[in-house]
């Protein structure tokens, strides 16, 4: 019993101490397959690395080539399109932009190119209220062709040539400009200098005819504040000379522009060459402020050794000095609707001018201060935008007092009309003019009533 016994405990601690071995033979033998498996997977991600780098690889190629196939069939088709231009008739070429017949359209200009063409036919009818009043009826008032070019980063030149103006042919502005590469040209007030054939740069009229919002005043020859004479041409005729302008910001909201001119004095190239037979230049400066939405600006005028407007005589005496100082503004700071009917998205346009000045006598032979002359007058207009970028209203109140010295000599014009766009090249303007004034202004100027209408059409 005793061995059975033993033999029995022999055997379970046989039991036990062989339990543990074959544990740890089994934990070796998972350690090796779980490595095994991760060899594995490790190995198949690499393959799948290699094949997917391998896959890109040939997209990437495809797409390349796909470009390029894609670049040859734009630069074909731009050829095509260059060889259909070609063939195009020269009218259709004209009227590629949607918005009527534009000559550099129809030259084939492109629009990176540095030379801009194009033109403006005006047509009127005048319906006079008095037969006393000139120029009634129709009239085929002028053909206008325009050229500016940039020769240079700094140098740009404009030319408005008259085909027909009061039948006859002739150069109205011809100037070049010389400016600095950032901002405004010289011509807009930017930093630079202007030489040529060009307007005073005297208040609002200057350069472009801005102030002629409905397209000119169809009585040209009212002597009001417009078309005052100086000399034997009018305060806003073009003159052959200089002017130098400096831009500058003194903050955020302000802007400063200084303008100094140095002109002959002898009227348009187009009468006088540009001669100058006394040598006695006309001064003119201004200066103008953007505050904000609003512009505010003061202008002089000085033009010494003056004819006077009188038969006989003689060119080169010395018998005025006119002096004229003006101030302008607008309100807010629009296009003028002459070039911007839409107003800038705003609803309404507010701006005009006050000119006052002398006419001074210089003969010895007669009493100077009974023949100076004090002269001041003004305009103010309204502009309403009745339908956004198409149709305009507009009321203006014109003043001019040749002489305050000769009672009741004051003349006024009041002119109601409307301004609307067709085509986007083309306006027209519907307007009455009413003149009136004192018992002592020319009958020239208070029988001027009328209705007139006025087509332009720009190209």
């Not at 009229?205 to 801005?210: A, F, I, S, T």
Request: net charge negative.
């Amino acid at each position: 019993m005793f061995k059975s016994v033993c033999v029995m405990v022999i055997m379970i601690m046989c039991l036990v101490l062989a339990v543990p071995s074959v544990f740890a033979g089994s934990d070796q033998d998972t350690q090796a397959q779980i490595e095994a498996l991760q060899a594995q997977i490790k190995q198949m991600q690499d393959q799948y690395q290699s094949q997917l780098s391998s896959v890109q690889a040939q997209l990437d190629t495809v797409k390349e080539q796909l470009l390029a196939q894609q670049g040859q069939a734009n630069e074909k088709d731009l050829k095509i399109t260059k060889l259909e231009e070609k063939v195009r008739p020269w009218f259709d070429k004209g009227l590629t932009s949607g918005e009527g017949f534009k000559l550099r359209d129809a030259m084939g200009l492109e629009d990176e190119s540095k030379l801009n063409i194009g033109g403006e036919i005006t047509w009127r009818y005048r319906q006079n209220e008095h037969t006393v009043a000139s120029s009634p009826g129709f009239q085929f008032y002028e053909i206008e062709l325009f050229i500016d070019a940039a020769l240079h980063d700094n140098v740009s030149t404009y030319v408005e040539y008259d085909l027909i103006h009061e039948n006859h042919a002739e150069v109205e502005d011809a100037w070049i400009d010389f400016h600095t590469k950032e901002g405004l040209l010289a011509f807009a007030g930017g930093t630079g200098l202007k030489v040529g054939n060009f307007h005073y740069p005297f208040g609002w009229d200057n350069d472009d005819e801005e102030g002629y919002v409905y397209g000119g005043r169809t009585s040209v020859n009212t002597a009001l504040i417009r078309s005052q004479m100086i000399d034997n041409w009018r305060l806003r005729e073009r003159q052959v000379g200089l002017a130098g302008s400096y831009n500058f910001d003194p903050s955020r909201d302000l802007n400063l522009s200084t303008t100094l001119g140095l002109f002959n004095g002898t009227g348009d190239a187009n009468s006088y060459s540009g001669t100058d037979r006394v040598q006695a230049k006309d001064y003119v400066a201004r200066l103008e402020a953007k505050y904000k939405d609003a512009v505010f600006g003061t202008s002089y005028l000085f033009a010494p050794y003056t004819r006077h407007v009188t038969a006989g005589a003689n060119d080169t005496a010395h018998l005025r000095d006119i002096r004229r100082y003006g101030v302008h503004f607008k309100y807010p700071d629009v296009t003028f609707p002459s070039q911007d009917v839409s107003l800038g998205g705003k609803p309404w346009l507010l701006w005009g001018e006050f000119i006052w000045g002398d006419n001074i006598d210089a003969r010895t032979d007669i009493a100077a201060a009974r023949l100076t002359q004090h002269m001041h007058g003004g305009y103010i207009e309204l502009d309403a935008a009745l339908k956004p970028d198409k149709l305009l209203g507009f009321l203006r109140y014109d003043y001019y007092e040749p002489n305050t010295k000769v009672s009741r000599d004051y003349s006024f014009g009041i002119t109601p009309g409307i301004r609307f766009n067709v085509f986007n090249s083309t306006s027209i303007v519907l307007e009455y003019e009413h003149y009136d004034g004192g018992k002592n202004a020319p009958k020239s100027i208070t029988d001027e009533d009328r209705l007139a209408m006025q087509v332009t059409t720009q190209f």
